[in-house]
């Protein structure tokens, strides 16, 4: 049993809080990934679990023990830096079995335990040669091995691929999924990456500023961002929001884009309905857009396409709505000319409504307070 619990965790640098009243639960075996831009806590989170940062407020368990007090010798977990951090003078075999033998375990099964670890790594021919005689994706694969040699009920990774160069990043990335399916670890690792993220954990924990933002399923946090920033910050390209004025039309709702047009709501929040005639945000995905290349029809909503950039599978446009600035993806065979006037035919049951001054989604604004489980 090694599920992570983390009851209203706080860490303060002098007056800077770098995590604020954090509570997340990561389930035994699971596969966390805390995600953020630099500066957001997410780090600062990692090395409280592992002990390196003695907290100020909270408590921090690990299968069902209160480890907040422990050194990290004593937490059952293993690390893997950004820096790989390999003794240069050892040799990888040295380096994989280092852990082992200061925990004095017997010369047969550190030797086991290294050889296995090497050989989930396919590193096993480098075992007998030194760190300088291997390359950057090897030196991260000795770390790993290191870590995983120990067997730890938890694994910590600390952004171990950013190092590395964008191929290798790609092919470490599906390695990495692979091997930690595999030995079954809770594992908790910190990216800046939103695309490791969304393909590698089983639940992404969204950081912003000290706070954590959102926690859900890769999908979940795509498709249903609970505010602004994460909408910005997910999603490449991020999420379009387009500031839009609620109208009745009879029995049914819309949302008026300046002299754009309008978007019918569908399904709309708790309350939205109360919104009519005050500003919201329509958030959309770029993917979700279809563009009209003839102009704007029934349904749809009028622009001006501005950039078209060709990326190979799909081109990516820039449209002027009613003097706000989108982007929609659209197939690479249909020509789009700069300056022409398009339609835009948003899928609206992927429309996403939000708070313009708080940022956050309506679903989020009306829902009851988070528990540990979901939102800190």
């Given at each position: ?255 008026r884009v300046g002299d754009a047009g309008d978007v019918p709501v569908a399904d709309p929040p708790e309350d939205f ?104």
């Amino acid at each position: 049993m090694a599920e992570i619990r983390l009851e209203r965790v706080s860490k303060l640098f002098k007056d800077v809080r770098a995590v604020d009243d954090v509570s997340l639960t990561i389930r035994d075996g699971e596969f966390m990934v805390l995600l953020g831009p630099s500066g957001c806590g997410k780090t600062t989170l990692l090395r409280s679990i592992a002990g390196l940062e003695q907290i100020d407020g909270g408590r921090v368990h690990i299968g069902g023990r209160d480890v907040t007090n422990l050194p990290p010798r004593k937490r059952r977990i293993a690390m893997v830096f950004q820096s790989y951090a390999v003794f240069p003078h050892m040799t990888v075999f040295e380096n994989i079995a280092f852990g082992l033998r200061m925990a004095k375990l017997p010369k047969p099964e550190i030797r086991q335990r290294t050889e296995e670890a090497a050989a989930l790594l396919h590193i096993s021919e480098l075992l007998q040669r030194y760190p300088s005689q291997t390359s950057g994706g090897q030196r991260q694969r000795i770390a790993v091995a290191r870590a995983i040699a120990m067997q730890p009920e938890v694994l910590l990774m600390d952004e171990p691929l950013s190092n590395l160069d964008a191929l290798l990043r790609l092919e470490m990335r599906a390695e990495l999924k692979r091997l930690l399916i595999e030995i079954g670890s809770t594992t908790v690792y910190v990216t800046h990456d939103q695309v490791e993220a969304l393909s590698m954990g089983d639940r992404v924990a969204i950081m912003n500023g000290g706070h954590l933002v959102q926690v859900g399923g890769p999908l979940e946090v795509y498709d249903s961002p609970a505010d602004r920033f994460v909408g910005g910050f997910i999603g490449n390209p991020p999420m379009n929001f387009l500031e839009a004025t609620p109208e009745r039309r009879g029995s049914a709702l819309v949302a008026r884009v300046g002299d754009a047009g309008d978007v019918p709501v569908a399904d709309p929040p708790e309350d939205f309905g109360a919104r009519v005639g005050r500003p919201v945000l329509l958030g959309v995905r770029a993917e979700n857009i279809e563009l009209l290349e003839l102009g704007p029809v029934d349904g749809s909503l009028r622009g001006r396409a501005l950039v078209v950039e060709p990326l190979g599978s799909h081109n990516l446009v820039t449209i002027d709505v009613a003097g706000q600035f989108i982007k929609a993806t659209t197939r690479p065979d249909l020509a789009i000319s700069r300056d022409a006037e398009v339609g835009l035919r948003l899928d609206v049951a992927r429309v996403r409504w939000h708070d313009p001054e708080s940022g956050r989604a309506f679903d989020e604004v009306v829902s009851t307070p988070p528990d540990a489980d979901s939102r800190g």
